[in-house]
Structures are given as C-alpha cells and as structure tokens.
C-alpha cells in the first residue's frame, strides 16, 4: 500500500520534470520559431524579405522647423519629391539669417519612418556641417539622397525633417 | 472518529519524546518534515522581506524630494533592481510555498509532502541564492542595475553582478520547480480518502495550478537567462543586436515567464482568502464549482497575454488588438472570484477578527488594482503610461495588497494552529488598520504621478512631482514601521500570547486542520482522517450532497 503510493509520487515526479525540461527546451525553441511565426504571419514588415523591386514610386516629403528663439528662417524649396529604386534625389532648402550679426547653425535631421534612413542615403547635406551665416545672409543649399534598389512595397512615403539650431560653441 | 483521534494522538506524543534527542542542527538543517520545512520557508521569506523592505525605503528615501540626496544614479538602479527581484523570488513566493508546506498535509488529511528529502533540497537552495543576491552589491560594478525585467542590452552590457543574478536565478527557479513537483504530487496523490478533487479545499486548487504555473514558466525564465549568460560570456548572439540577435525576442521570452509569474503570486492568494471568507462569514463558500473553474481560466489565459507588456515595442495594431482583449478577457474569471467572496460574506453572521480583516482588505484593494489593470491592457493607454508610476501604484496594488495582505491574513489565521497561542487581537487589528492606512498613502498618489508623467527607475524628477512623492515617501515608511509591528506580534504569540489556543479558535473554520490539536503535533494525519470526519467537514462547507442554504 504504502509502496504503491510511493510508485505512483515517483511516476507522477519524473513526469514533471519531464516536462520542466521541455519547457526549458521551449525557451530555446522560442528563438527560431518566433521569427517563423512572424514571418508566417506577416508581422515584421521592415524585413528585407518584404522589399519589392518592382515597387512603384515613393513619395518623399520635407519639412523644417527652426528652434525657438533663433532668429532664422529654413524653407525647403521642393517640398514633395517622387523618387524610383536606386534612383538620385536632390532636393534645395534655402536659409535666411534675419538678424544683423552672423549666426552660427546647424540642421539636424530626422526621418519618419525611421527605417527610411537605411533606405534613402544621404550621399550630400548641408546638415553634415554647422554653417555660419552673415548678417541677413540667404543661402541657397541642398541635399542629396541616393533611394535603395528595393523599397519595401508599404513604405509608400517618407519624412526627412530638419530642425535649425543655434550651433554649440566648441 | 474516537479511533481517528487515538491514531492521531499517539505517534504525536511518541515523537515529543523523540524531539528530547533531536539537535537543533539536525532539527532545522535536516529537516524533512512539512511543518519544520513551512516554518523555515516562512521565517526565509520574511527576512527576505524585511530586506528588500529596505531597499524600497533607500528608493523612497531618495525620491523624497527632487535632486540627488543620498545615492547615486546606477546604485539607485541596482536598488530598484534587487528590491524587485528580492520581493518576487525570495519573498512572495517563498512565502507561499511555506504555507504550502505547512498547511496543506494538514488540510487535505496527508501525513508529509510526497517527497520529504526534496523538499528539504528546495528550501536549502534558497539561502545560497539570496546570499549571492546580496553579495553582489559588493563585486565590482556593482549589483545588476537592469531592472527586474533584466532586458538587453542592458543586461548584457552589465558587470559581474549581473552574473551573481543570474546564477540566483537559476537556483530560485530549481527550488520553485522542486517545491512545485511536490506540491502537485502531494495534492494529487495522498488526499484523505473521500477527498474528491472537487471536495478538497480551495486553498489546495490555487496551490496545485500554481505549481503547475510553475513547473511551465520557471524553465522558460531559466532558458531566457541562460541565453543571456551565453550572450554575455560565450559569444551566442540571441539577444545581441551587433551579431544579428534580437533584444525584443528576450522581452518575448520573459514575459512568457513573466506574466503567469504575477498570477503565481496572485492565485495561493485568492487560495487563502476562499478559505479565511467563509469561516468568518460562517457560510459555505459561494459557487465553490466556478472559484475553481476561474482559477484554470486565468491560468490558461495568463499564457496568452505577455504581449501587453511589450505595446510600445512596435507592434502591429492587429496584435496589439489580439493582446488587448485577451487580457480585458481575463477580468471576467478573475471578477467571478470577487462576486463570489463578496456573495459568501452577503448575509453571513461576519465577524471582523484580524484575519478577515486582511482579507477583506485584500478584495477592496487588489479589485482597485485589477481595475488599473484593466486600464493598462487598453493598448492606446498603455503607449502613454509604458514606465510611468501609474504602473508601479498598479502592481504595488496587485503585489503588495494582493500577496501580502493576505500573507498577513494567513499567518494571523493559522498562528493559533501553528503556535498553539493565541495572538492579541487589538495588535493584530491595530496592524491591519496601520497597514491599510499607509499603504494608500504610499501607492495611491502614485497614480497621479504616473498621469502626469513621471516615468519609473528615476533617482530625480522635475519639481512638478515633488508633493505626491513626499506624500508616498512618508507613507512607506510608516508602512515599513507597522511591519516591525508583526513582527513583534508573532514572537509575542510563539512566546505565549495571551493564551493557548483551541485545536478549533475559528468558530466557523471547517476545513481539516482544526480537527488537529493546537500547536498542531509533529506528526499529523499519519493514519489519514476517517471518512466520518472528512465528510463532516464537507458538509459544513457545504460541498457535500444535502447541505441547504
Ligand atoms: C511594502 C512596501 C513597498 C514599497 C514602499 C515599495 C516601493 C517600491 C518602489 C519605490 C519601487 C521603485 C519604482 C521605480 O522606480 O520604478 C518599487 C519597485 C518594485 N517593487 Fe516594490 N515596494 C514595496 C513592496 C513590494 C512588494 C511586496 C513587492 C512584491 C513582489 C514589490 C515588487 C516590486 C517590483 C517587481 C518592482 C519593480 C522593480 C523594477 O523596476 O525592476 N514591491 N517598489
Ligand atoms: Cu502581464
């Protein structure tokens, strides 16, 4: 009697660690398996395996915005592009100092989405540089984006945003 | 039932005789019985309180006001990270498997736990492991610093301390998984007989499906770690984004880990409150059936829902969807086992000694967390409050009011059993009252903070917050204060109290356990209850056949 039962706790042990050693096993399988499940299921859309090569255009749109309190002024002048696949873009922006002492600046750019970044180079920019404007200076400037040979098909349009600011002393 | 209580008396009284011979050392460090092994698990889990009780004083100390007063940035880090791992593995839980050990032979009418010699195993691996926890704040760069989620690339880039963490883990997970197999073989395999699964105590159903939680997710958490260790050490790249890993698979891996973790320490919660409501309600628990089947649900559900703790990693809306309602799905069970306490106590003849106290306490407070739960699974929400104080008042709410509270409830309720005295019960209000009050103190304006902004793991904030953290500041200390209390409370109790205590102190206490004498004897239940007495019991907690009411 008092056997059987000691039978049956071991049975029903071994069994449990068996399955404690599966589960820490599942752990691991976890790895390969979550990237099946997203791919199988279209989760993760900025995988390479989505880029298209016959993707259509994509519409790249810039925007500018000067921080407080600086007396400057950042228009872009093509605000819409439309670029193909392994295509260049060029785009101007022009800066105006309106204040009667030279300035010293800098743009920081930003891109939305972000993975746009590894999708539209920049080959030139007048934001890899601080600038120094005259006094009610206008410059003309400009930047030059080299579009990757495969564009994922949802990335329809991008942001490239830049932000003017006072440039810090060094 | 003469004959049960004969069979009972006797071995018991042998063995005071053997307890003459028996060293202190041989007592306490090879101990393999339930009752010595549950103290140690209690006495464990306590200290580890008291512990990390103490590092959530040096937080809140800190952010008693802005600016750095006392640490710096990364130790504050290191304290946030070991007040919550400490709380979680070597308090709580720890905690539970005492009582698990110490009560449930006695309830479902078991001499021992199946396998006592692990059991003794399971304890012993836990000191070893709170050792290397603390050492680590003393080895070079200091304790892990990543948070209790220990999320890459932090915790790869991390020093030694880390490691001593993760090898902790290690050991806590193979003590919850040894601990866990003898829970579940004990409960399935040596109830008293006419103990029918569905007959036997709640306080049996949560533990069982708890441990089975467990055995499921302490591998998991186990692999997750070890992948970390081989990240770090071995030159694997699973979660290092410069070889091609991917440090959103490890919050993937975690929080399926993680998220049963919270109702392993929520579920023996709602064990003992099912117990400790209907003796001092002196009614049958309400819908006895569904409290079981609402446990299986949310531990099934609990499986399907980690996602919500990773809405702001960049999921598409459709998943974000999926874990939104799967997570509001589990309020439903989890709102049956409320309507149930509440409907035990609806027109029971109640009395409000300590116990009840605490646990009625317990379902004011963990509904209150439940519902800032329920406002966290909404996906939109959560991107705004993801890291705010908003979630630690949520599961300080769960955590603290939900495990804790009725920790204190339990060992008010079972002192009596365990001790043989009886406790004061003006003290033990008197704790109740101090604790209720000053935990909302302290947990309350954290929801304000969190709706405005102030993101948690910060050692400084903006000015803005400066009042409700002063506020949460004061009330943790004081909290912390009545903790002292207890623990006055208890040796006072061990030492005598204010008298000795009935085999049966709970007028309206039916369950198993009361048929023993109190203290309850070394050995209990080693010829099993006769069939008499457990249908006895059965009957009055209403579970079988012809009672009425
Ligand atoms: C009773 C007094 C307690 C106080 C005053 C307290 C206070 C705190 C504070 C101030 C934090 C840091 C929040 C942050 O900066 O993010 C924290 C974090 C935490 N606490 Fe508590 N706590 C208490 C009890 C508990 C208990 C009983 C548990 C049980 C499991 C617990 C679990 C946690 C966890 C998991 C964290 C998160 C740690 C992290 O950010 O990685 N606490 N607590
Ligand atoms: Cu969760």
Redesign the interface.
Same mark, same amino acid.
């Given at each position: 009697m008092q056997s059987t039962l000691q039978q049956a706790n071991r049975k029903l042990a071994i069994r449990m660690m068996v399955i404690a050693c599966l589960m820490f096993g599942f752990g691991y399988a976890m790895v390969p398996f979550y990237g099946a499940l997203c791919k199988a299921m279209g989760i993760d859309r900025a995988n390479s395996d989505f880029a298209n090569t016959s993707a259509a255009v994509i519409r790249v749109e810039f925007d500018t915005n000067v921080d407080t309190g600086l007396a400057a002024s950042l228009i872009a002048l093509d605000p819409v592009l439309a670029a193909k696949p392994g295509g260049l873009l060029k785009a101007r922006f022009r800066l105006i100092n309106k204040s009667d002492q030279p300035l010293k600046v800098r743009a920081i750019p930003s891109y939305a989405p972000a993975r746009a970044a590894g999708l539209l180079q920049k080959l030139e920019c007048f934001c890899f540089d601080g600038l120094t404007l005259a006094a009610n200076e206008q410059r003309d400037v400009m930047v030059v984006l080299l579009v990757a040979n495969e564009l994922p098909e949802e990335l329809g349009a991008a942001t490239l945003s830049y932000t003017l600011h006072p440039e810090l002393k060094s | 039932m003469t004959t049960a209580h004969d069979a009972l008396h006797a071995p018991a009284h042998d063995h005071a005789h053997e307890e003459h011979h028996v060293s202190f050392v041989q007592r306490w460090f090879y101990a393999t019985n339930h009752k010595d092994i549950g103290t140690l698990y209690l006495w464990f889990a306590f200290s580890m309180f008291i512990t990390g009780g103490i590092m959530a004083l040096c937080i809140r100390a800190e952010l008693f006001q802005p600016g750095l007063q006392f640490w710096q940035p990364d130790f504050f880090n290191q304290l946030t990270t070991l007040h919550g791992v400490i709380m979680v593995f070597g308090a709580i839980m720890p905690a539970f498997t005492g009582l698990a050990n110490w009560m449930l032979p006695l309830m479902i009418g078991a001499p021992d736990m199946?396998?006592a010699r692990m059991n003794n195993w399971s304890f012993w691996l836990l000191p070893p492991a709170a050792a290397l926890l603390l050492i680590s704040f003393f080895v070079p760069g200091g304790a892990a610093a990543g948070g209790w989620t220990l999320y890459p690339p932090l915790s790869i880039q991390a020093g030694m301390g880390m490691d001593l963490a993760i090898f902790a883990i290690h050991l806590l997970g193979l003590s919850s998984?040894m601990g866990? %197999?003898n829970i579940?073989?004990t409960v399935?395999?040596?109830r008293a007989p006419g103990m029918t699964m569905l007959k036997m105590p709640l306080f049996g159903w949560t533990m069982l499906i708890t441990a089975y939680l467990l %055995?499921?997710?302490?591998?998991?958490?186990?692999?997750?770690v070890t992948?970390l260790l081989t990240d770090r050490h071995f030159d694997t790249h699973?979660f290092k984004a410069i070889g091609g890993g991917?440090p959103v698979?490890f919050q993937?891996?975690f929080w399926?880990f993680g998220h049963p973790e919270v109702y392993i320490m929520a579920l023996p919660a709602f064990g003992i409150v099912s117990q400790i409501i209907p003796t001092f309600a002196r009614k049958p628990l309400f819908g006895y059936v569904s409290m079981v089947y609402a446990t299986c649900s949310i531990a099934i559900l609990s499986f399907m829902v980690w996602g919500h703790h990773m809405f702001a990693v960049g999921?598409?809306a459709s998943?974000q969807l999926f874990f939104m309602f799967l997570t509001m799905l589990i309020a439903v069970p989890t709102g049956v086992k409320v309507f149930n306490w509440i409907a035990t106590m609806w027109q029971g003849s109640m009395t409000f000694e300590t116990p009840m106290l605490f646990s009625i306490g317990f379902v004011c407070l963990f509904t209150i967390g439940g519902f800032s739960g329920l406002i966290l699974a909404i996906a939109p929400v959560d991107t705004q409050m993801q890291d705010t104080y908003y979630v630690v008042a949520h599961f300080h709410y769960v955590l603290v009011a939900g495990a804790l509270f009725t920790l204190f409830a339990a060992t008010y309720y079972w002192l009596p059993k365990w001790t043989g005295n009886m406790y004061h019960e003006g003290r033990g209000q008197f704790h109740f009252w101090w604790s209720m009050v000053w935990f909302n103190v302290t947990f309350f304006p954290m929801h304000f903070l969190g709706l405005a902004g102030m993101p948690r793991r910060i050692p400084d904030y903006a000015l803005q917050f400066t009042d409700f953290n002063a506020i949460a500041s004061i009330g943790a200390f004081c909290f912390g204060l009545g903790q002292i209390f207890f623990l006055f409370n208890v040796i006072h109790t061990i030492r005598g109290g204010v008298g000795k205590a009935p085999a049966k102190p709970w007028e309206g206490a039916n369950t198993l356990e009361w048929e023993v004498p109190s203290p309850a004897p070394h050995h209990t239940w080693e010829t099993p209850p006769s069939l008499e007495m457990v249908e006895k019991g059965l009957k009055a907690q209403g579970l079988l056949g012809d009672h009425h009411e």
């Open positions: - | 199946a396998f998984i866990s %197999i579940v073989t399935l395999n040596m %055995i499921a997710v302490a591998p998991v958490l186990a692999g997750a992948m699973f991917d698979l993937h891996i399926f999921m598409p998943t």
